[in-house]
């Protein structure tokens, strides 16, 4: 049986007897089956359509976004959303809306080079997912939606080199961890005015924590958010509804808008260091799997990925490739939807045979050989890795007592070991591990053996600090003087919050990591802490 139909099989299961569980209604639980498999319908059986000259609100408070970019082809998405933070964004229920489309050179869109009609389908929650396909390689384009009066704010997107193009320089941004709670997105707006061609998102875009009506340690005094949001995110309602929250920030707004992003998720998108059908607490796997599948649908309606991502239930092909001529190959890891439960009940633990078992898998047997394979067929300079949870190891304590973190490749050690023996052999020379979730910034040496400073070094590991996730941090963490001192190809460590920029060129690339000094006051300005460089062919970072 594949997993997709034993999911299915757990769904119907659950949902049969639905009235005994805890957390949703015997409404909800057929809510939650029906999604599973409810795709907007054709012909007859279609919703009926709104005429989009009666919508008598702006329906793009949640802005625009493009991503995934390939060499003649660019998705572009929005959301029709006039009352965002009500359930079904405050257009008539059950009904589609037609948004029209355009794409061109310049942005007075005086060189339109495409434009068309794509239809908000209510079992979307209105969601628009375009594909713009037949379009020029390695250039910028322009884009923007109408719905009867009405105009979205003005896109920015690029596609990818073509396949056999050398381009002589790549600018990306990875960003990460964004609890509205926490602070402002203030990095996202300094991140709109940089010069990137994509942004690489790497987990926890959304919080399923309770956002209270002064959102947190924003401290609104000129709003009150409304008590929708005010509890956990458990059902479908609920995920969309964080979405249109965390989606309405203007900083967030502005990002997306700027720049072309790509995303992966990590744990909070779906629930705090569930690993595969596995929860963080002690629920029924049939029970998680209805959450897990609300989360997944949520987060593709929401973010701007193509068909292949869209989920089935509660399982959803993540894990993708993008190439960016002969410069560049990234491939997009999720590491938490098949991945062995953590090791001795998870958190910083000794290292033991539980750990270091040989069967733990952090990515799942199906997509390390798809990750493996994609090395061996790679043609490109840099072999670039976005993923979730730090790669190197990192010890606690300079001494033998150290713990490591049992979420973080750490807690696999032999899921590592496969992954780098496996760079090896396909003779990768470049490697770089791009990496979020431990809400502050780090830059790694990535050695054959950790336990060895004079072993060889294999790759890079850049990990971007958080948006906002951990309120405002500092630049010194308490534990600074026991990591630096335990791990010795830390090269640098800061626990502000911001972003990284990499610029990947012919000969070498440099990191860039930009802070602010704060996130629970708007405003800050943006700094750049450091700066390395590791050459092509000599891996290793060392100081810009």
Known sequence: MTTDHAHADELRAAASHFGRRRFLTVTGAAAALAFAVNLPAAGAAAAAELDARRIAEDPFTLGVASGDPLPGSVLLWTRLAPRPYETGGGLPAGRRVGVEWELAHDERFRRVVRRGTALAHPELDHTVHVEVEHLAPGRPYFYRFRAGEWTSPVGRTRTAPAPGAYPAGLRLAAVSCQAYHDGYFTAYRHLADEDVDLVFHLGDYL?????????????????????????????????????????????????HAAHPFAVTWDDHETENNYAGDIPENDVPPEEFLIRRAAAYRAYWENQPLRRPQRPQGPDMRLYRRLRFGRLAQFDILDTRQYRSDQAYGDGWQVPGPESEDPARTLTGAAQERWLTDGWRESRALWNVLPQQVVFSERRSVPNEAFKLSMDSWDGYPASRRRVLAGAEAAGVENLMVLTGDVHVAYGMDIKADFR??????????????????????????????????????????????????????????????????AVTTPGAPVTTAASFVTEAGAPGLTPA
């Not at 399923?208 to 956990?232: H, I, Q, S």
């Not at 010795?488 to 012919?506: E, I, M, N």
């Open 207 to 255: 919080y399923e924590y309770a956002v209270n009506g002064a959102g947190g340690a924003r401290a609104y005094k000129d709003r009150v958010l409304p008590g929708v949001f005010d509890r956990e995110t458990l059902t479908l309602e609920d995920y969309r509804l964080r979405y249109a929250l965390y989606k309405s920030d203007p900083d967030l707004i502005a990002a």
């Open 452 to 517: 060895d400073p004079d072993s060889r070094t294999l790759g890079t590991e850049i990990v971007t600090t958080s948006i906002s996730s951990g309120k405002n941090g500092a630049q010194r963490p308490s534990n600074y003087a026991d990591l630096t001192r335990a791990n010795p190809h830390l090269r640098f460590y800061d626990g502000r919050r911001g972003y990284v920029t990499v610029a990947l060129g012919r000969d070498s690339a440099r990191a860039d990591f930009r802070t602010v000094a």
